[in-house]
């Protein structure tokens, strides 16, 4: 599923606004709980938890009170968003708190062992990963009957800004094309998860509309949050006054009583992984257990 993202560039991006991301949390934070709304009714106690696109550590109170037992790591591609993450302060480490642990890793190439993991939460790295390899690498780490959440942004996200766009840049040949990644349907999702070998994976979707008061608002939380413009064929120079004057135009038509909208297809889904345990060279491991009383 390939998305045309330059993901070195938002990369850069993301790392560059760091500082402003941390104080940015309140749409990753709602995105995030309302992924981990999706664990209720699944009998899983894990004893380790990778959170894989954690970013300044939104999940990382809400995971504590759902599996208070449970080793927490924290992964991100930017690593100055994981620098932001708050750690325990003195006092709490002279209670006996120990800081997060944290590591810079992108979801394909993830620095664990075969089927070292209980359960993966890949918070929203489909738009700027490869889906396939990133599932994959999932499955490769995790135990045996361990589960895969993960959300991600379905086609219909930022429709009104595709829109604007649209209307404001008719000579080009395809204008939605130039500011936004192609982001794949949810049951395209759900089969890329069952090609990399997962089991049973269930996806659903809903919207969420944000309300903005001004462009300048709304283009901050695209800039900040969601790391710019980082298409391969992003046009190179600036938007011109007159661009930037019939692109506001055509976003203000759309403006309702709340502000201007901006929607948000999100994707959900978790999948499971019943293969058999290998080891660090593929070789299959059966585990033998001491016999019972007859």
Not at 18 to 37: D, K, M, S, V
Not at 189 to 215: F, K, N, R, W
Not at 241 to 260: D, I, K
């Amino acid at each position: 599923m390939e998305t045309g993202v330059d993901v070195r560039r938002v990369c850069a991006n993301l790392e560059r606004h760091a500082h402003q991301h941390a104080r940015h949390t309140q749409l990753a934070l709602e995105f995030g709980q309302r992924l981990l709304e999706h664990l209720d009714g699944l009998r899983i106690t894990p004893a380790t938890v990778l959170i894989q696109g954690a970013g300044t550590g939104w999940l990382r109170d809400a995971l504590t009170r759902q599996f208070p037992g449970a080793r927490l790591l924290f992964a991100d591609a930017t690593p100055a968003l994981l620098a932001e993450m708050p750690v325990a302060s003195r006092l709490q480490r002279l209670l006996g708190a120990r800081p997060p642990a944290r590591l810079a890793c992108r979801p394909e190439a993830l620095p664990f062992a075969n089927g070292s993991l209980d359960l993966v939460i890949q918070l929203c790295t489909l738009p700027t990963s490869d889906a396939a390899r990133s599932f994959s690498e999932a499955r490769r780490v995790l135990v045996k009957d361990g589960l895969l959440l993960f959300s991600t942004l379905g086609p219909d996200t930022l429709r009104e800004w595709r829109r604007a766009w649209a209307l404001a840049d008719r000579q080009q040949r395809d204008p939605t094309g130039r500011q936004l990644p192609r982001l794949p349907d949810m049951h395209d999702v759900a089969d890329c998860a069952a090609q990399a070998g997962l089991a049973s994976p269930v996806v659903d979707m809903e919207y969420l509309t944000v309300h903005y008061p001004d462009l300048a608002t709304l283009i901050t939380d695209l800039r900040v949050v969601g790391g710019g413009n980082g298409l391969t064929d992003r046009p190179r120079g600036l938007l011109t006054p007159r661009g930037r004057a019939r692109l506001l135009q055509h976003l203000e038509a759309q403006r309702q009583p709340e502000g201007l909208p901006l929607t948000l297809e999100l994707v959900y889904g978790h999948a499971w992984n019943t293969r058999p345990l290998v080891t660090e060279h593929g070789r299959p491991v059966i585990p033998i257990r001491a016999a019972g009383p007859r």
